[in-house]
Each structure stands twice: as C-alpha cells, then as structure tokens.
C-alpha cells in the first residue's frame, strides 16, 4: 500500500453508503419503528434480533452482540479487512481513494518544493533587476560592453544580484519567506545574529535541475 487512506476520505465514504441501503442490498429489511430489522446473518435464528439504526448509522444484533458501523459491516459479511471494506464501499460510491503518503518523506518534499520555489522566485527578481532596474544600470552596461545582447540575457535569464548586503534579506521578509528557509536554501549567510545576502554584485546565472527547476 502506498500509503493510509486520509481520514477525511473515510468520512467522504462513510456519508455516501448508508448503512441501511449497504446492508438492504444483501438481504431483505424490515422497519421496526425508527430502526430496521432483519434475520441477523450472523447467527441462526427464526425471529429477527438483527437491528440498524439509520440515526446512528450502526447495525446491533441482540441475539449474538455483532455489531457495528457500516465498515464493520462489510468486513464481517464479506469476511475482508478494513482496508478492503473501505475499497468496496469507495467503488460503490464512485469515491477514487487518495493515500497519504508517508509523513516523514512527505516533510521532506516540500521542504525540497520550499526552497526550489524560493530559489525559482529570487532567480526571476535577480532576472527584472538586470533587466530593468535602476540598479542593475552598471550590469546591463557590463554586459553591453561585452556584446551579451537583451536576448541571450532572457534567454538564459542571467540575473543581477544588487549590491546591498541587506537586499535579499529584505526581499526574503517582504515575501514572507522565513530566515532559516534562506539560509538552508544557500542564499543568505548570517554572523552573529545578522542576516545578509550571500550573493551581491553579482551576475546571475540560474543552474536548472533536469525539470527545468532553479537549483542554484
Ligand atoms: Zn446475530
Ligand atoms: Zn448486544
């Protein structure tokens, strides 16, 4: 198995089978006021001590004591597991299943997503510095200089990192992105208890990993 099925998705499976059309497709039910009642199929017997009550979405046999919710149910009747129980309710309700995946490696991939995006985000604000910026003036005018056209700085969105020792840590607060994000991310350094950028009047050049994602 991938991984648990949420909770919530059980909750999801659990309002769409009614314990007392789930149960009525296998044998004939009987009303007995507010409750349902039928030959308990878990025990003989000649008159019926098998109860549902739809209030509360449970099945009690007073004669043996089975008993139960809906799940409870199916993995009883059909002699499965709840797992199992909550795949044929699911397939029953045209509900897909969605499985939680492991928490630890869940933790860890977005922690990964975290800081591929920030890195993403600061090599694009590096990218409209250069490009358009009043203080990417020197930089455009470095790479005029040595023939590297507007076009190949898109191309390859080459970056400039303003001199400011304060600037990507400003930036990183104006995004909310925490300070320790950053840090891990590689892109600021702190000294005693100050934070600063760790790249300043810099051209930039984004690494891009196999998936087009910016990684340094
Ligand atoms: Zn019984
Ligand atoms: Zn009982």
Known sequence: MAGRVSQSTIEQIRAASDIVDVIGNYFPLKRAGGNHVALCPFHKE?????NINPQRQIYHCFGCHAGGDVFKFIQEYEHVDFMESVNRLAERAGIV????QNPEAEK???LKDTLYKIHEQLAQRWHTVLLNDAIGKPARDYLKGRGITEA?????RVGFAPPSWEDTVNWAQAQKHDRQLMEQAGLVASKEGHYYGRFRSRLMFPINDEQGRVIG
């Open 152 to 156: 190949a700085v898109k191309e390859f």
């Open 97 to 100: 299943l969605e499985f939680e």
């Open 108 to 110: 860890s991939r977005r």
């Open 46 to 50: 000649k008159t019926p001590s098998f």
